[in-house]
């Protein structure tokens, strides 16, 4: 099966005359719609400078088109499902029925919920330095021993959520997590994909857009989004 973005590109493409705006920051993109809806995508220290007109001709190879296509896709895709409640993964998922966890991404705060708990983790980031964290070589022998894995939605942009996702075992439960998700159920075609952990912003969200303008990240937004899960029905 095709990568998430190219898959999506290839069915729905991208609509310039829907893009109100794309905000480039430091530690995020954010493309508005005319509509009024926010997606955005974590850039990981990419630096992305791009205007509406650069994306006449989406370059899959190219990592700045990449994330800005995670971000409009995010904008699209989020605001169509119905929600029922704002939940955390920690309080979704009941953890401690696996017993191998593998963490794709260090989500620090998270990571402490499962310390606190006394559940095991093993932790890959390739961005990140942290005595907690796995050394890398190891990470695909751990993902195919898993019962359970956390990923962040920032391996779609910079795809390696594939591979990943493919090298699990059968009865492997995979969720992704970040406000970089792109939640749509078309990400259930993807192998064990349970659940889709991701956010949504009030339309129009002016606060949002220039805290993304002035460099800011998850934790200075945190306030204005909301915490929302999909399910593979």
């Given at each position: 099966?095709?990568?998430?973005?190219?898959f999506?590109?290839?069915?729905?493409?991208?609509?310039?005359?829907?893009?109100?705006?794309?905000?480039?920051?430091?530690?995020?993109?954010?493309v508005?719609?005319?509509?009024?809806?926010?997606?955005?995508?974590?850039?990981?220290?990419?630096?992305?400078?791009?205007?509406?007109?650069?994306?006449?001709?989406?370059?899959?190879?190219?990592?700045?088109?990449?994330?800005?296509l995670?971000?409009?896709?995010?904008?699209?895709?989020?605001?169509?499902?119905?929600?029922?409640?704002t939940?955390?993964?920690?309080?979704?998922?009941?953890?401690?029925?696996?017993?191998?966890?593998?963490?794709?991404?260090?989500?620090?705060?998270?990571?402490?919920?499962?310390?606190?708990?006394?559940?095991?983790?093993?932790?890959?980031?390739?961005?990140?330095?942290?005595?907690?964290?796995t050394?890398?070589?190891?990470?695909?022998?751990?993902?195919?021993?898993?019962?359970?894995?956390?990923?962040?939605s920032?391996s779609?942009?910079?795809n390696?959520?594939?591979?990943?996702?493919?090298?699990?075992?059968?009865?492997?439960?995979?969720?992704?997590?970040?406000?970089?998700?792109?939640?749509?159920?078309?990400?259930?075609?993807?192998?064990?994909?349970?659940?889709?952990?991701?956010?949504?912003?009030?339309?129009?969200?002016i606060?949002?857009?220039?805290?993304?303008?002035?460099?800011?990240?998850?934790?200075?937004?945190?306030?204005?989004?909301?915490?929302v899960?999909?399910q593979?029905?």
């Amino acid at each position: 099966m095709q990568e998430p973005l190219e898959f999506l590109f290839d069915k729905h493409g991208i609509d310039l005359q829907n893009i109100k705006h794309i905000v480039c920051g430091e530690k995020y993109v954010a493309v508005i719609l005319k509509n009024g809806n926010i997606g955005v995508c974590a850039t990981l220290n990419n630096f992305v400078n791009i205007e509406i007109r650069d994306m006449r001709f989406p370059d899959l190879k190219n990592l700045q088109h990449r994330i800005v296509l995670n971000a409009y896709y995010n904008a699209l895709f989020n605001y169509e499902n119905s929600y029922d409640t704002t939940v955390d993964i920690f309080e979704k998922i009941n953890f401690s029925q696996y017993k191998n966890i593998v963490m794709i991404g260090f989500f620090r705060s998270l990571s402490e919920k499962f310390r606190n708990e006394g559940i095991q983790l093993t932790i890959f980031d390739k961005s990140d330095q942290d005595s907690i964290l796995t050394d890398m070589n190891e990470q695909i022998v751990k993902v195919s021993q898993a019962d359970a894995i956390i990923i962040t939605s920032t391996s779609v942009f910079n795809n390696t959520f594939i591979e990943l996702v493919n090298a699990t075992k059968d009865n492997c439960d995979i969720f992704t997590l970040g406000p970089s998700t792109i939640m749509s159920n078309e990400m259930f075609n993807y192998r064990n994909v349970k659940l889709l952990f991701g956010s949504i912003f009030e339309p129009n969200d002016i606060l949002t857009l220039k805290i993304i303008q002035g460099g800011g990240g998850t934790k200075q937004f945190m306030p204005y989004m909301k915490k929302v899960f999909l399910q593979n029905k």
